[in-house]
């Protein structure tokens, strides 16, 4: 049972890894504890799997390190994992801002990953759990399912904690904290946010979505928020709650496409006009009422002195929320955190101080934003990974 690398974890890192690794002739050993492989490829981008982004660049990425990303994006790019879609035939289409989805189901990239292992001679083990890691003689003996598996590379693509009750685990940071690598503590990102008692009124708007911009300090995203009944979500408040921090607020621009006084404009033009009809042109009518209600501001255009209603318009423009957390990592489309760039080649995802070690994935501290990013991070640092793990 002696391979040239035993990959832990068929996701998406690890499958691209192995294949990758397979096909330079290296004799590779991929384990899962899951009984299929790839098991969030299959749920993600709500089924069709959201699997790169054409705009991708390093600063779309989280990570304490912001640089570290660049060499692997740099040489795996989202033109390669396209070829890759393309030679097998999957059919695509670029729905917003760049991400590309397949036509038909996510299966398909799970299915190509899949024979892509299979013709690069990728042995698969499923439904096995890793008893125990040791290292000696330059090896490392990994115990799976009851029998010793060795070789001179150890990949860790367990990816992290985020969905619990789909087998994620964070697995990865025990390893590599036993050997003795620093782990960035890790943070569930592209998470709903939840709302304190203050925000109840909030709560009743439950399926109402608006386009927004969302800040939080320098971050800041133009894309649609959706009221819940717990919270915030939709992909606008995804992408923030990535940066947010506990106990500050994050500020919202409902009316992120008017001009400076476009509230005195709309008098002069409707001044019979109500003040929330006036609104209501642009959100939808029951969050104009709860935000109108929080304002306590009624009554006709015309009525209603100017710079009452520069007050409401700037108000709306600068919308603080208070979120009380978020819904943690059970709901989490990702781990933020993780194990530290520092310990690791950018080129290559070997571990510095522990040779023959190399994490790849949501395993390690960085994180994409919302649109595909996630899943070319995976390629291309499963790639990095996979081209670089030597022979005998
Ligand atoms: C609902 C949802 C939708 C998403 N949609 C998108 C999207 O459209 N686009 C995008 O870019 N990203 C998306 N993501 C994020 C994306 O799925 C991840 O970033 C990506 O899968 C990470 O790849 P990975 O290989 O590092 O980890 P994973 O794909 O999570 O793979 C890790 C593997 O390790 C296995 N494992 C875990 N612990 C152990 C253990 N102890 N022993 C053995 N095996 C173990 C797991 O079973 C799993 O197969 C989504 C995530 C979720 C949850």
Same mark, same amino acid.
């Given at each position: 049972?002696?391979?040239?690398?035993?990959?832990?974890?068929?996701?998406?890192?690890?499958?691209?890894?192995?294949?990758?690794?397979?096909?330079?002739?290296?004799?590779?050993?991929?384990?899962?504890?899951?009984?299929?492989?790839?098991?969030?490829?299959?749920?993600?981008?709500?089924?069709?799997?959201?699997?790169?982004?054409?705009?991708?660049?390093?600063?779309?990425?989280?990570?304490?390190?912001?640089?570290?990303?660049?060499?692997?994006?740099?040489?795996?790019?989202?033109?390669?994992?396209?070829?890759?879609?393309?030679?097998?035939?999957?059919?695509?289409?670029?729905?917003?801002?760049?991400?590309?989805?397949?036509?038909?189901?996510?299966?398909?990239?799970?299915?190509?990953?899949?024979?892509?292992?299979?013709?690069?001679?990728?042995?698969?083990?499923?439904?096995?759990?890793?008893?125990?890691?040791?290292?000696?003689?330059?090896?490392?003996?990994?115990?799976?399912?009851?029998?010793?598996?060795?070789?001179?590379?150890?990949?860790?693509?367990?990816?992290?904690?985020? !969905?619990?009750?789909? *087998?994620?685990? $964070?697995?990865?940071? /025990?390893? &590599?904290? #036993?050997?003795?690598? =620093?782990?960035?503590?890790?943070?569930?990102?592209?998470?709903?946010?939840?709302?304190?008692?203050?925000?109840?009124?909030?709560?009743?708007?439950?399926?109402?979505?608006?386009?927004?911009?969302?800040?939080?300090?320098?971050?800041?995203?133009?894309?649609?928020?959706?009221?819940?009944?717990?919270?915030?979500?939709?992909?606008?408040?995804?992408?923030?709650?990535?940066?947010?921090?506990?106990?500050?607020?994050?500020?919202?621009?409902?009316?992120?496409?008017?001009?400076?006084?476009?509230?005195?404009?709309?008098?002069?033009?409707?001044?019979?006009?109500?003040?929330?009809?006036?609104?209501?042109?642009?959100?939808?009518?029951?969050?104009?009422?709860?935000?109108?209600?929080? !304002?306590?501001?009624? *009554?006709?255009? $015309?009525?209603?002195? /100017?710079? &009452?209603? #520069?007050?409401?318009? =700037?108000?709306?423009?600068?919308?603080?929320?208070?979120?009380?957390?978020?819904?943690?990592?059970?709901?989490?489309?990702?781990?933020?955190?993780?194990?530290?760039?520092?310990?690791?080649?950018?080129?290559?995802?070997?571990?510095?101080?522990?040779?023959?070690?190399?994490?790849?994935?949501?395993?390690?501290?960085?994180?994409?934003?919302?649109?595909?990013?996630?899943?070319?991070?995976?390629?291309?640092?499963?790639?990095?990974?996979?081209?670089?793990?030597?022979?005998?």
């Amino acid at each position: 049972m002696s391979y040239d690398a035993i990959i832990l974890g068929a996701g998406a890192a690890g499958m691209m890894c192995a294949m990758t690794a397979g096909a330079q002739g290296r004799r590779v050993l991929l384990v899962d504890h899951a009984d299929a492989p790839g098991k969030k490829i299959l749920i993600s981008g709500g089924g069709r799997c959201n699997f790169t982004n054409i705009h991708t660049t390093a600063d779309r990425y989280l990570s304490a390190n912001p640089h570290f990303a660049k060499s692997a994006l740099g040489r795996y790019t989202p033109a390669d994992f396209l070829a890759l879609v393309e030679r097998h035939g999957i059919a695509w289409h670029e729905k917003t801002l760049g991400q590309l989805f397949c036509d038909g189901s996510a299966r398909q990239i799970v299915d190509m990953l899949v024979e892509e292992c299979a013709a690069a001679g990728v042995t698969m083990l499923l439904a096995q759990a890793v008893s125990d890691i040791a290292h000696r003689d330059g090896r490392f003996h990994v115990m799976i399912g009851g029998k010793e598996h060795s070789a001179p590379a150890l990949v860790l693509a367990t990816g992290g904690p985020s !969905i619990p009750k789909m *087998g994620a685990t $964070g697995y990865a940071y /025990d390893v &590599a904290r #036993r050997f003795g690598l =620093s782990v960035v503590q890790p943070r569930p990102a592209l998470v709903p946010f939840t709302l304190s008692d203050e925000d109840a009124l909030f709560r009743d708007l439950s399926g109402v979505s608006a386009p927004v911009e969302v800040r939080w300090n320098k971050a800041r995203f133009r894309e649609a928020a959706l009221f819940t009944h717990r919270g915030l979500s939709g992909p606008a408040m995804l992408q923030i709650s990535s940066y947010w921090q506990h106990r500050t607020a994050i500020c919202v621009n409902f009316l992120p496409d008017t001009e400076r006084d476009w509230l005195l404009a709309e008098k002069r033009k409707r001044p019979q006009a109500a003040v929330h009809k006036a609104i209501s042109t642009l959100l939808p009518e029951r969050l104009t009422e709860a935000l109108l209600a929080r !304002i306590d501001l009624r *009554g006709d255009l $015309g009525n209603l002195r /100017d710079d &009452a209603l #520069r007050g409401v318009q =700037s108000k709306l423009a600068d919308w603080p929320f208070m979120p009380s957390g978020t819904e943690g990592f059970a709901k989490a489309e990702v781990t933020a955190g993780g194990i530290s760039t520092d310990e690791l080649s950018s080129r290559t995802m070997e571990a510095k101080r522990m040779p023959g070690l190399y994490a790849i994935g949501e395993a390690v501290d960085v994180t994409g934003w919302l649109g595909g990013y996630n899943f070319q991070w995976a390629w291309a640092s499963g790639w990095a990974a996979g081209t670089s793990l030597p022979g005998n």
